[in-house]
């Protein structure tokens, strides 16, 4: 059976928890590193090297990559998780919608939920909703907040675990948050040429990715990447 990467950040940082209970751990050191995952099109800052899980869905044709980061004193998990699937999501309303059940299912997946806020927002000008809500991991109390951001049709879920009277919480969540970037997807274009006479269009596609079924005719040409990534003319 196949476990998502939400379920093994939560095993993680409970097996941890536990752990904290039982022994003294020297600090980690006060900065963050940071990481970048050129076919991702992201870099983003973690305190602590950063594991990596991937989960499927097989019935669904989607994926998701995940990189999850844990401090061990004080404890706290830094996550982002990154949604792959064909089936895009670009309307302003389906968007409102979509990020409002990604909230609610993340919610209502953890144990003794109290929702603090959710506020649509925008992250490096994209539709977003920021969360923070009060839950426990192994009958211990702790705060979830995040962020999650719409790319290309996807979502990106920023996620920071830590414990209820843990001191620099907003400090470490600002500098995760803002270390977050997208950029550009490294690649060489493809020898082939996508061509539309009667648009005047041509171009070369890059490298490896599938040319993908149209659903709007304003919309004559849409490429798909390994990772999920698109371009569309």
Request: glycine residues 6%; neutral net charge.
């Amino acid at each position: 059976m196949a476990i998502s990467s939400a379920k093994i950040s939560v095993i993680i940082l409970a097996t941890l928890l536990c752990l904290t209970n039982m022994h003294s751990y020297a600090s980690e050191p006060d900065h963050f590193r940071k990481y970048v995952y050129p076919l991702e099109g992201i870099e983003v800052s973690f305190p602590s090297k950063p594991l990596e899980f991937r989960s499927e869905n097989k019935a669904g044709n989607s994926y998701s990559n995940s990189y999850q980061a844990v401090v061990i004193n004080p404890i706290s998990q830094y996550s982002v998780f990154i949604q792959h699937s064909p089936d895009k999501v670009f309307s302003d309303e389906s968007i409102a919608a979509y990020l409002d059940g990604v909230i609610r299912g993340l919610i209502s997946g953890s144990d003794d939920p109290v929702l603090h806020f959710t506020k649509s927002i925008r992250l490096l000008r994209l539709p977003a909703i920021e969360y923070q809500y009060a839950h426990t991991i192994n009958d211990i109390p702790v705060i979830g907040r995040g962020i999650v951001v719409m790319v290309d049709g996807n979502h990106i879920r920023l996620s920071q675990i830590h414990a209820e009277n843990e001191q620099d919480a907003d400090k470490n969540f600002t500098k995760f948050v803002t270390s977050f970037k997208l950029t550009p997807i490294e690649g060489k274009l493809s020898t082939g040429r996508y061509e539309d006479k009667s648009r005047g269009i041509s171009f070369s596609p890059p490298h490896g990715w599938e040319q993908r079924p149209i659903k709007y005719a304003q919309i004559p040409a849409l490429f798909r990447s390994p990772t999920g990534h698109i371009v569309q003319i």
